[in-house]
């Protein structure tokens, strides 16, 4: 799918539900806050060309969701987001945009299965101008809860990144299957499994002839303080991930999540491993 037919998905979507006036809407207004570290930011191979490092995540989401009738809902939000690298400045970035879905319930009650249909396009700018440009993604989603406890979604994916260097130009499709157990009425513990294929970005310090061979494109920068070369080449992916969602109030909440990415092509493979903890408030 083009990236101009996403814009033109999303913008339906959103005059769609803003020229609705029947149904029952309201405010949507989320906020949060939190750090990561990842073991492998540069996505290399070589033990000697890993780089590491911690960042601050901040995150905001400002809309509202629309009942157009008892089984189809509405939802539209605008979007704005930002990271902050410690030791690597040219990785941090912002991302605004917009994100429109619809959700079909077959059935009353909070155990009929449900269908999604969600479309985002978003502007992403980095401390390495690079990789300035467009993010889009799209995902259908069936969920059921099959006890009262137990969720399980499984969504297919397809995403797109449009960068000033064509070097980052990332496109992937793939799918994901999530269960989710309320361990209490405040707790909630998740279970992710990501599969992904598509564009991929690994650096390594040159020469490195064999990825060459693999690419798709390269280009030389200085991102980790010394000549790298970053490489677009097509890979599988798959994450693991595993969180625990605690409710600490009515408005306020926090997660911990550790996910695992492993990616591979040919000969060429490398790890991420990646621990989130985040604070959330809804209005």
Not at 187 to 201: E, K, M, N
Request: aromatic content about 14%.
């Amino acid at each position: 799918m083009g990236d101009f037919l996403w814009l033109m998905v999303l913008i339906f979507l959103a005059a769609s539900g803003g020229l609705t006036t029947t149904g029952r809407a309201d405010w949507i207004r989320d906020f949060s806050l939190g750090g990561s570290y990842n073991d492998n930011i540069s996505n290399s191979q070589r033990g000697a060309d890993v780089r590491s490092d911690w960042s601050s995540v901040a995150t905001a989401r400002v809309g509202k969701f629309t009942q157009l009738s008892e089984a189809l809902r509405f939802t539209f939000t605008l979007d704005l987001a930002g990271q902050l690298w410690m030791d690597y400045p040219d990785l941090n970035n912002f991302e605004t945009g917009g994100t429109a879905a619809l959700r079909w319930r077959f059935g009353l009650g909070a155990m009929a299965p449900f269908l999604r249909a969600e479309v985002s396009a978003h502007y992403a700018g980095f401390g390495q101008d690079v990789q300035n440009g467009g993010r889009y993604r799209g995902a259908i989603t069936l969920g059921k809860r099959l006890t009262e406890r137990l969720e399980v979604q499984a969504a297919f994916l397809l995403d797109s990144a449009q960068a000033e260097s064509q070097v980052f130009d990332q496109k992937g499709i793939g799918f994901v299957l999530r269960a989710a157990f309320d361990l209490t009425n405040r707790t909630q513990l998740t279970l992710d499994y990501t599969y992904r294929y598509g564009a991929v970005i690994s650096y390594a310090v040159p020469p490195r002839p064999d990825i060459v061979a693999l690419a798709n494109d390269r280009v030389a920068l200085n991102t980790f303080g010394q000549p790298y070369v970053a490489y677009n080449l097509d890979a599988t992916t798959q994450g693991f991930a595993v969180g625990l969602n605690q409710a600490l109030t009515g408005n306020l909440g926090c997660s911990c999540r550790y996910e695992r990415w492993e990616t591979s092509r040919s000969f060429l493979q490398y790890t991420n491993n990646v621990f989130i903890l985040s604070f959330r408030l809804s209005l």
